[in-house]
């Protein structure tokens, strides 16, 4: 197992390398972020061992699960999933660095409730739903620059970027413009110069299409497949609505 997970790993890194080079970035510019769902812990502890410093988990029950196993190893973990706002002191609890699926501002304003009480911050991305499937959660591009303004009112949000899931599709220009649509929404905040908000991140590219991520402008790549092995159900399950809300 950790011959093959390593192996892997160094495939990525190379395809990582190879797209930034073709795109003319640094691959210093580039963080991977292994996404674990459903991975086991000694699994996950193998890629942290050999150089792996970025996690992230999309259910809670998951975070839980593993946050014992996990603790003594290095590492920092962003969650990736949709947050329902009963479970915001789990979030607290288990130490998680960043959520990258920020997209209402009802989850913003409970998030804010909580970390106030605990006198804490977090890191924030705002999740953009660039592909405009009912499936997929995140906030209308469209709508996006409002509701960072509200959430930048909160002094515990710390906004760092944009994140988005891109279109399920064998077609790279297809998948291609959601990243393209999350690059020029990054231009337009920065732009509009809005108090308490970087734009440094942009979360986006999967195993499938982490090269096309990157030449639109990628920062962190969520690889879970191409490192681990295949999961017994398609992505398109985990991020599906009615399945994550039903199951987390």
Same mark, same amino acid.
């Not at 193998?46 to 992230?56: F, P, V």
């Not at 942009?202 to 982490?210: A, C, F, K, T």
């Not at 017994?232 to 399950?237: A, G, K, N, T, W």
């Given at each position: ?5 390593? @192996?892997?790993?160094?495939?990525? @890194? ?12 640094? *691959?210093?510019? #580039? ?7 459903? #991975?086991? *812990? ?8 050999? /150089?792996?410093?970025?996690? /992230? ?9 593993? $946050? ?6 290095? +590492?920092?973990? +962003?969650?990736? /999933? @949709?947050?329902? !706002? ?7 609890? $288990?130490? #998680? ?14 998030? +804010? ?5 605990? %006198? ?20 209308? *591009? ?26 399920? =599709? ?24 809005? *108090? ?6 942009? =979360? ?7 090269? !096309? ?7 962190? #790549? ?10 017994? @159900?398609?992505?398109?399950? $985990? ?6 809300? %039903?199951?987390?």
């Amino acid at each position: 197992m950790k011959k093959y997970i390593l @192996h892997n790993l160094e495939i990525i @890194h190379n395809r990582i390398n190879l797209a930034c080079e073709k795109a003319g970035r640094n *691959p210093n510019e #580039v963080r991977l972020l292994l996404a674990t769902k459903t #991975v086991s *812990p000694d699994r996950i502890k193998i890629a942290l061992e050999n /150089g792996q410093t970025l996690i /992230g988990e999309n259910k809670i029950q998951e975070l839980k699960e593993k $946050y014992e196993a996990l603790k003594g190893t290095l +590492h920092e973990n +962003h969650f990736i /999933g @949709h947050l329902q !706002t009963n479970k915001i002191k789990d979030i607290l609890k $288990y130490e #998680v660095t960043c959520i990258q699926s920020l997209d209402r501002l009802d989850l913003a304003e409970k998030l +804010h409730q909580r970390l106030s009480a605990d %006198n804490k911050t977090l890191e924030v991305l705002i999740q953009v739903n660039t592909s405009n499937e009912e499936s997929k959660f995140g906030i209308n *591009p469209g709508a996006a620059i409002e509701l960072i303004k509200n959430v930048s009112q909160f002094p515990t949000l710390k906004i760092k970027g944009l994140m988005t899931i891109g279109l399920f =599709s064998a077609e790279a220009e297809k998948v291609r413009q959601c990243f393209k649509i999350l690059k020029n929404l990054q231009q337009e905040i920065i732009r509009e110069n809005i *108090p308490n908000v970087e734009m440094k991140e942009l =979360s986006m590219g999967m195993s499938g299409d982490l090269e !096309t991520a990157i030449e639109e402008g990628s920062t962190i #790549v969520r690889v879970g497949t191409a490192v681990f092995g295949a999961r017994m @159900h398609p992505d398109s399950y $985990y991020w599906n609505e009615g399945t994550i809300e %039903n199951k987390e």
